[in-house]
């Protein structure tokens, strides 16, 4: 049962960004999926989340109206489009799955993988 988060990468700020969360060993499909970032010297926080049912979608202001994140359960991967990046969006971000939408209130005592990091900067 593994998550791996990819598509990471160094940007400048205004572009645009693609990230993958692909699983294995289990199905997407039958989980909320959430996408979380550290900045350095910062807490993780969960920003984004795609609910099992009816794929209802919560975003934190931070990135509401920048970032979409969707799901392609045929292949089991969900996806962060990135638009607009900007120098705070810079951390390492990680995707998890739990229960339902939002991320409040995930346990953060989990397996995150190594995550992939995100920076923006001219």
């Known amino acids: 049962v593994q998550l791996q988060a990819s598509g990471g990468g160094l940007v400048q700020p205004g572009e645009s960004l693609r990230l993958s969360c692909a699983a294995s060993?289990?199905?997407?499909?039958?989980?909320?999926v959430g996408w979380f970032r550290q900045a350095p010297g910062a807490e993780r926080e969960g920003f984004a989340c795609i609910s099992m049912s009816y794929d209802r979608t919560h975003y934190a202001d931070s990135v509401k109206g920048r970032f979409t994140i969707s799901r392609d359960n045929a292949k089991n991967t969900v996806y962060l489009q990135m638009h607009s990046l900007k120098p705070e969006d810079t951390a390492r971000y990680y995707c998890?799955?739990?229960?339902?939408?939002?991320?409040?209130?995930?346990?953060?005592?989990?397996?995150w993988g190594q995550g992939t990091l995100v920076t923006v900067s001219s």
């Open positions: 998890a799955v739990d229960g339902d939408c939002p991320t409040t209130g995930w346990g953060q005592d989990r397996n």
């Open positions: 060993g289990f199905s997407l499909a039958n989980y909320a």
